[in-house]
């Protein structure tokens, strides 16, 4: 298998512009997670969904935050509009079974808003 | 409130010694404890896992586990250059179903 995949793997933008990160699962995994890390609050959870269902939105900072997941296999995280405060890496994790235990990492999308 | 704490460091070794990186935690009913290893510019990946008290130990890695005082703690044996990378704590909550992560302890390796 070829892991949890993001894209893109770097992302500039510029204030006020939208931005979209996407995540493909590892194939069978049941849960998918987005995380935020940056030097000063570390690694966050902001979404997680099980069997493609949101089941925890707690983490997301804003409503210029979203995230979707409409299938098993693909899962997008966007933020409209995109401030310079939102640069961090944007990491996607997978799980298989209910535990939600053993986290699977993407690369992760390094985001830089100018 | 940060609800799993770790020291920062940077913490350094001798190549060979012993590495000592703790964790502690809030959440008394938390089950499940993870130690994730992310070397620069990469991902997390999940290096030892433990659930009950005492010492669970796998090749030069020990986890140890003490509940009563809410404590975790990973000791990595004949330390090598390579082991240099942060490592977060990871606790899986009585009540939640996600993991919340500690900040991380910056280790490096002295040749």
């Known amino acids: 298998d070829a892991g949890v995949i993001q894209s893109p793997r770097h992302e500039v933008t510029e204030m006020g512009q939208e931005v979209t990160l996407r995540c493909k699962p590892i194939?069978?995994?049941?849960?998918l997670f987005w995380y935020r890390q940056t030097m000063m609050r570390g690694l966050e959870l902001l979404i997680y969904?099980?069997?493609?269902?949101?089941?925890?939105d707690s983490g997301m900072p804003e409503d210029r935050f979203s995230a979707k997941m409409p299938n098993a296999s693909f899962s997008t995280l966007k933020i409209q509009p995109s401030e310079p405060r939102d640069s961090a890496v944007y990491f996607c994790?997978?799980?298989?079974?209910?535990?939600?235990?053993?986290?699977?990492f993407g690369s992760g999308t390094q985001l830089s808003v100018l | 409130q940060k609800e799993v704490e770790q020291n920062s460091g940077p913490l350094s070794v001798p190549e060979g010694a012993i590495a000592s990186l703790n964790c502690t935690y809030s959440?008394?009913?938390?089950?499940?404890f993870f130690w994730y290893r992310q070397y620069s510019g990469k991902s997390p990946e999940l290096i030892m896992s433990?659930?009950?008290?005492g010492d669970k130990e796998d090749g030069r890695f020990t986890a140890q586990l003490n509940k009563a005082s809410q404590y975790v703690s990973l000791l990595i044996r004949d330390s090598q250059p390579s082991d240099s990378a942060t490592y977060l704590c990871?606790?899986?909550?009585?009540?939640?179903?996600?993991?919340?992560f500690g900040s991380g302890t910056q280790l490096t390796v002295l040749p």
């Open positions: 990871a606790v899986l909550e009585g009540s939640a179903r996600q993991l919340t």
């Open positions: 994790a997978s799980s298989p079974g209910q535990s939600n235990e053993k986290l699977f």
């Open positions: 969904f099980n069997n493609n269902v949101p089941i925890d």
């Open positions: 194939s069978g995994h049941n849960s």
């Open positions: 433990i659930y009950s008290n």
């Open positions: 959440d008394r009913v938390s089950q499940s």
